[in-house]
């Protein structure tokens, strides 16, 4: 008898890539997986998220990006020993006068 076998997680894509952030402001970040059959699932609510420089920028849970201070950090999303990541450049505000 033939058991049958759910996908596994093979890759995890990170978006937005690349991005720049103005410091004091949020951002959604999104984690979508690539499974084994072929599907892709967004995979953001299930991921555990780091940024490999939370004086710059923190990330929730949920994938909300918060920057703090200027300078460039690298967001990481993990699922199942599985990772995928982004650089992100947080800048500094600029105000806009009338």
């Not at 937005?16 to 072929?38: E, I, K, L, M, N």
């Not at 993990?78 to 500094?92: C, D, K, R």
Request: include cysteine; proline fraction near 3%.
């Amino acid at each position: 008898m033939l058991q049958s076998q759910l996908p596994t997680l093979s890759s995890i894509k990170v978006a937005p890539y690349g991005q720049r952030v103005a410091t004091g402001t949020s951002q959604q970040f999104t984690a979508t997986g690539s499974f084994s059959d072929g599907s892709i699932k967004d995979i953001t609510n299930q991921v555990s998220w780091t940024s490999s420089n939370t004086s710059v920028a923190t990330i929730s849970s949920t994938g909300i990006l918060t920057a703090i201070h200027h300078g460039s950090t690298t967001i990481t999303a993990v699922l199942n020993g599985i990772s995928g990541s982004t650089n992100l450049t947080a800048t500094e505000g600029i105000a806009c006068l009338p």
